[in-house]
């Protein structure tokens, strides 16, 4: 079921991992942003969307997670748009020639039969440095990070005052910090993600995270500093209280398992490089 959230911008929930799809109305169609996760969601959204007399006239994908690069032959063929850095990273995956044994893998074991596959990760990449979305509707930016995964880009939508935060700014989980390697330093550079959203919060009224629930403006800076006191306690081996995790809610309390892996792979390498938050 598709919710409105502000004018001209929809969102439609998954059930399991609350993924938020959202739909911006266009003149000629609709930028549907993150689709979803299972088969029968993604027809659901299609149908919503005939109902409503409008068909999908672009996609876009916040970022390479395989909860956000996923497509169903109902919404149609439009260009599915990300980041430079989001659809290399899909193209270095799906050359292997088992990318859908890997993909299937890493799949929630109750909706693995039930996520297509068939046009998973197929994205446009828009030239590096890109700040809008090329479609006929609403301006669009494209605020592009490194938090979370390579090719994060939150979306402002700005005549409708809506941030669409991607894998961030969410009441369920906990900041997830990406893998470490050679070139990055994945706690600094979720700082440095909170830091550009932090700097368009003046500029809106609503923020979809990519999972959990909808918040209007008075909530945004609150999670934007929970997301900050979560990293920093990474960085600094500290403990801090984080209702995610310790009053989480029934069905989620596997997100302090999260936390658990990420507090004993980031502790050695917390006093690395550190800038301020």
């Not at 063929?77 to 799906?94: E, F, I, S």
């Not at 890493?106 to 693995?112: D, F, H, V």
């Not at 590096?128 to 301006?139: E, K, L, N, V």
Request: hydrophobic share 40%; glycine share 10%.
């Amino acid at each position: 079921m598709l919710t409105q959230v502000a004018e001209g911008v929809l969102v439609h929930q998954s059930e399991l991992l609350r993924n938020n799809a959202v739909v911006v109305q266009g003149r000629a169609g609709v930028l549907l942003i993150d689709p979803g996760i299972r088969g029968d969601e993604m027809v659901c959204l299609a149908n919503d969307l005939r109902e409503l007399g409008r068909s999908v006239v672009a996609g876009f994908s916040t970022h390479p997670d395989w909860d956000h690069v996923l497509w169903h032959p109902e919404l149609g063929d439009a260009p599915r748009y990300g980041t430079a850095r989001c659809a290399a990273a899909m193209r270095d995956l799906l050359a292997n020639a088992d990318w859908k044994a890997r993909v299937s893998a890493g799949l929630p074991p109750e909706i693995a039969e039930e996520t297509p596959l068939d046009l998973f990760g197929l994205i446009t990449g828009l030239p590096a440095g890109t700040t809008r979305i090329p479609w006929d509707g609403p301006q669009v930016r494209i605020i592009e990070h490194p938090a979370h995964s390579p090719g994060h880009a939150a979306l402002l939508i700005e005549e409708r005052r809506v941030l669409v935060a991607g894998d961030m700014l969410s009441d369920v989980f906990i900041p997830m910090l990406d893998d470490v390697n050679s070139t990055n330093n994945p706690i600094e550079d979720y700082l440095v993600g909170l830091r550009l959203l932090e700097a368009v919060a003046g500029d809106v009224d609503v923020v979809i995270p990519g999972h959990g629930s909808v918040g209007r403006a008075d909530q945004l800076s609150a999670r934007i500093e929970q997301d900050r006191a979560y990293v920093h306690a990474l960085r600094d081996r500290e403990v801090r209280d984080d209702p995610r995790i310790s009053s989480a809610e029934p069905g989620w309390e596997w997100v302090s398992d999260i936390h658990e892996g990420q507090r004993l792979r980031f502790a050695p390498a917390s006093g690395r490089d550190e800038t301020p938050g």
